[in-house]
């Protein structure tokens, strides 16, 4: 099992910057992609960001240029970097990751963190 610990949400202005982190811990072979996904009100969770393991990135076309993400392969942990937020980036942030958990093994299993809330407001 592994487990995600998320934080650095919370209230901020438009305009302004935050910083999330998630922390895998478990039993853990291989890290394979991390990732950051969004929910607003109302809506289906959808992918943010995603780091794989060779450090190449993607983002959804409504952040690029605005947020960053990055690992720290050594710690397991993932961070997302968020600039020039706007009301539409309100929402639940969830980290997930796909894990190899031992070597040899053939299985890669997804995991998600619990949610961590960024709401944008004036």
């Known amino acids: 099992q592994v487990q995600l610990v998320e934080s650095g949400g919370g209230l901020v202005q438009p305009g302004g910057s935050l910083r999330l982190s998630c922390a895998a811990s478990?039993?853990?072979?291989?890290?394979?992609?991390m990732g950051w996904y969004r929910q607003a009100p109302g809506k289906q969770r959808d992918l943010v960001a995603v780091i794989a393991s060779g450090s190449s990135t993607s983002y959804a076309d409504s952040v690029k240029g605005r947020f960053t993400i990055s690992r720290d392969a050594a710690n397991n942990t993932v961070y997302l970097q968020m600039n020039s937020l706007t009301f539409e980036d309100t929402g639940v942030y969830y980290c997930?990751?796909?894990?190899?958990?031992?070597?040899?093994?053939?299985?890669?299993?997804?995991?998600w963190g619990q949610g961590t809330q960024v709401t944008v407001s004036s």
């Open positions: 997930s990751v796909v894990v190899q958990a031992r070597y040899g093994s053939s299985v890669r299993d997804r995991y």
């Open positions: 478990g039993t853990i072979f291989i890290i394979y992609d």
